[in-house]
Structures are given as structure tokens and as C-alpha cells.
């Protein structure tokens, strides 16, 4: 499981505040992802970070912003949640191989 | 920009009998992977294809790809009831980086 933590598992917010997800690894791997799983779209890449404070923009950015200052934490913030962030939210790294994409358990979020 | 589109998106099946998932993606690459998702949980990797012409098997689950038709496939051979679970192709867009797109997932239920 690549050794991947993700931090709330659940958490309801309201409309307007901001909201921080973490991402934990220990396998000391370079690419860190987010994604967002919702009904009908599979998943979509937010952001993804190559290297401690090298990050880039996915598919679906905006209104989201992250942050890697360690290479085992990766944080997802969300400014000011809207309920269109409602989402199950995975995070991810690359394994050992630089192939095979491994991923968190999710982290379920409600903006009410 | 890339798009994956999966079919069928909802498949209903005897336990005995076999199948097939369809992967298309519209743009060129060379890395495609194939992830299952039972419910509420996160995604397993089950397939890293990497070259036209590849073909990895794992028990009643075999994967291919046709680089150049831009499609995989994921066979089920004498379905049991354990591989009921949803399953998703990911064609890698950045030559490497790794950024996903996903396909809409095929939900996918054998039924005893």
C-alpha cells in the first residue's frame, strides 16, 4: 500500500471556510498526486508535486491549492469550500518501479 | 486533450461465463493502467501495460493494449463472484510524470 495515510478520513464543512487535507507517506517517494473521485467522472487529477516544493497543476485546479515542504506530507487546501468540493478525495504516489501509482484510502468531504 | 471512455459502464454478468471491458483513450500513449474499486474503499492497481502489444494476466483477469487503435482490454475469464467491484482505465497524458486521466470506471456485478 505504498505506506500512504491521508488525514481527516471524514470531515463536513461549511460553505466558505477553509478546509486542509494531508497526505503522509513514508516511502520517501518523489511524485505525490490528489484526486477527486465523484459519480460519472471517475477520478481527476487536481494537482501533483515532483520534488519538496515542486508542485504543478492537474485537470480540475482551481479552487484548490497544495503544498510539499517535507517529501512525506503532501497538503491539499481548500480556500474557501464550496459545495461543488463536495468529493471523496485520494491521494497517491508513484512506487519504487516508476510505474505503478498507489493510493491512499480517501478522505470523504461534505461542504454544506 | 485526452479523453478515456470505458464501456460498458454497467455490466451485469452470470458467474461462469466470460467478458470483456473496453478502454478507448483519443490521444497517443504508451502507459495505460487498469485499477479496481470495491465500494467505499480506494483503488487496488491491478495492470501496468507499457508497449503496444502488451498482455498481463492475474488469475481470471487478463489486460491488453493496442497502442495504435488507442485501446485496452480487460477480460474476465469464468467470472466468480469475488470480482465484483468497479474498474477504472488510466492512460498516463505527460510521457512519464504519471498524470492520470481516468476512465468512467465499469461497475461491474456477477451475479451467483
Known amino acids: 500500500d505504498a505506506g500512504i495515510t491521508q488525514s481527516p478520513r471524514h470531515k463536513v464543512t461549511e460553505t466558505g471556510t477553509p478546509v486542509t487535507l494531508r497526505c503522509h507517506q513514508t516511502e520517501n517517494h518523489r511524485y505525490m498526486y490528489w484526486y477527486r473521485q465523484d459519480p460519472g467522472h471517475g477520478l481527476r487529477l487536481i494537482h501533483y508535486s515532483y520534488g519538496v516544493k515542486d508542485t504543478d497543476k492537474g485537470e480540475v485546479s482551481d479552487g484548490y491549492s497544495v503544498s510539499r515542504s517535507k517529501t512525506e506530507d503532501f497538503l491539499l487546501t481548500l480556500e474557501s469550500a464550496t459545495s461543488s468540493q463536495t468529493s471523496v478525495y485520494f491521494c497517491?504516489?508513484?512506487?519504487?518501479?516508476?510505474?505503478?501509482?498507489?493510493f491512499g484510502p480517501g478522505t470523504r468531504l461534505t461542504v454544506t | 486533450e485526452l479523453k478515456v471512455e470505458q464501456n460498458p459502464l454497467f455490466l451485469s454478468m452470470q458467474e461462469g461465463k466470460n467478458y470483456t471491458i473496453y478502454c478507448n483513450y483519443s490521444?497517443?500513449?504508451?502507459?495505460l493502467y487498469w485499477y479496481r474499486q470495491d465500494p467505499g474503499k480506494s483503488l487496488e492497481s491491478l495492470f501496468v501495460?507499457?508497449?503496444?502489444?502488451a498482455v498481463k494476466q492475474e488469475g481470471r483477469l487478463m489486460a491488453s493494449l493496442d497502442t495504435k487503435a488507442r485501446l485496452s482490454t480487460l477480460h474476465i475469464t469464468a467470472a466468480v463472484h469475488d470480482l465484483s467491484a468497479t474498474y477504472f482505465c488510466?492512460?498516463?497524458?505527460?510521457?512519464?510524470?504519471?498524470?492520470?486521466?481516468f476512465g468512467q470506471g465499469t461497475r461491474l456485478t456477477i451475479n451467483p
Open positions: 501495460l507499457l508497449s503496444n502489444g
Open positions: 490521444t497517443t500513449s504508451d502507459r
Open positions: 488510466a492512460v498516463d497524458k505527460s510521457q512519464g510524470a504519471q498524470k492520470l486521466v
Open positions: 497517491a504516489t508513484v512506487g519504487t518501479g516508476g510505474y505503478e501509482q498507489y
